[in-house]
């Protein structure tokens, strides 16, 4: 939440609240009166990226068991991408393109943010603006690197 006047976030405190259903929340939204912010938002902001990243994948979907990716999530592990081998179902060839598409920039620098995204402690999360800043540094970084690439001529990426 924020304040209306400031801007500013407004921190609240949820005590013998028990979530349900969702893996995008992070570990503080599971834990017996944790202090809540902004970074929670950030937290799930890497679930998103997640998905993205994953052709659809929602995080831990490889664990069946709901309190098993919560048990996970309390540990401090962070959910895996799909790996190339799981795309074998539907032919190498679209396995061998998720492990040429692992290789891309675009796809190292959003998979790089989504992890800071998913520290276990808030305080090592990054604020909502420093992704946005994160990516956009890298983004500016690719469009340099492939501007290089084609000699300095060519489309803007």
């Given at each position: ?15 013998h ?32 990226f ?11 979907y ?18 895996r991408?799909?790996?190339a ?10 396995a061998?393109?998720?492990r ?16 800071r ?24 970084e690719?469009?340099?690197a ?12």
């Amino acid at each position: 939440a924020r304040s209306i006047t400031t801007n500013a976030t407004c921190p609240f405190r949820m005590c013998h609240v028990h979530h349900k259903g969702s893996k995008y929340r992070s570990p503080e939204e599971y834990m017996d009166c944790a202090d809540q912010s902004d970074k929670i938002d950030v937290f799930s902001l890497a679930g998103v990226f997640f998905f993205l990243l994953s052709d659809g994948s929602k995080p831990w979907y490889h664990v069946k068991d709901y309190d098993a990716s919560v048990e996970r999530i309390l540990r401090g592990e962070k959910p895996r991408l799909p790996r190339a081998k799981e795309y074998e179902y539907y032919g190498k060839s679209v396995a061998e393109m998720v492990r040429e598409r692992a290789k891309d920039p675009a796809y190292v620098a959003l998979r790089e943010v989504m992890t800071r995204c998913w520290a276990f402690e808030p305080a090592e999360r990054p604020s909502s603006l420093e992704v946005v800043r994160m990516l956009e540094e890298r983004w500016e970084e690719i469009r340099k690197a492939r501007r290089r690439q084609q000699g300095g001529e060519g489309e803007r990426v």
